[in-house]
């Protein structure tokens, strides 16, 4: 799988969009960009995935750059609940098997 | 539906001592995840099972370390002899085994383990 690079951290404010960046610039084409989180002391938790289209749901949206190179997790108006490690994680499409954290970015949003 | 679960939530032993972890997965998922966080460190990946087999156990550390899944449902992660290294956050995942593309695990709250 590739590797990925993210900003060890990054502040947002309440309400406002956070837009979290991560580099992937040996992405195959068979292979799908991942996003979790873990809140303090909580497992991880899955936020969304795409493959070169941009997505869209109920707790993000993923952009995709048109090379695949990189891509943005948006959240659109965050919460102090979305205070978490946030992970990019890139992923052989149609495999079930490990997904490889990296350090990751600590959100972390402020009133 | 439930989640992911995983017993005990905190387990502090002595090192030499025997320690055993629970996961349950979600109901009718075949495929189950061991990872791990030591202090300081990366989420790591132990293994994986599909069903009652092990699918890959590329990152189990040592045989100290022993994970079964008998039936196919719950699985359990055995350390022994445990020793002070093995300290850390482990954590149990599961997935539902026909999704067409992409998988999504989901992660149990995890069992912090403190070796002595």
């Known amino acids: 799988d590739a590797k990925t690079t993210q900003p060890p951290s990054m502040d947002c404010a309440e309400g406002r969009a956070a837009n979290l960046p991560c580099n992937h610039s040996t992405i195959s084409g068979n292979e799908y960009v991942y996003w979790y989180r873990q809140i303090h002391s909580q497992g991880p938790q899955y936020i969304i995935h795409?493959?070169?289209n941009n997505e869209t749901n109920e707790m993000a949206s993923l952009i995709i750059t048109e090379d695949r190179k990189s891509s943005t997790l948006i959240l659109p108006h965050a919460t102090l609940r979305d205070t978490a490690v946030y992970y990019c994680i890139v992923r052989v499409v149609d495999s079930w098997g490990k997904l490889q954290f990296g350090a990751g970015t600590q959100v972390v949003v402020t009133p | 539906e439930a989640g992911v679960t995983q017993f005990p939530s905190h387990s502090v032993i002595e090192k030499g001592q025997t320690v055993t972890l629970r996961c349950d997965p979600i109901s009718g998922h075949d495929n189950l995840y061991w990872y791990r966080r030591v202090m300081g460190k990366e989420i790591k990946f132990l293994l994986h099972f599909v069903k009652e087999s092990k699918q890959d156990e590329s990152g189990m550390p040592n045989n100290r370390f022993l994970a079964e899944r008998t039936g196919g449902t719950y699985s359990t992660l055995k350390v022994q002899p445990a020793e002070l290294e093995d300290s850390g956050v482990y954590f149990c995942a599961s997935s539902h085994p026909r999704r067409a593309l992409g998988d999504t695990q989901y992660f149990g709250p995890g069992t912090r383990l403190t070796v002595l």
């Open positions: 795409g493959l070169k």
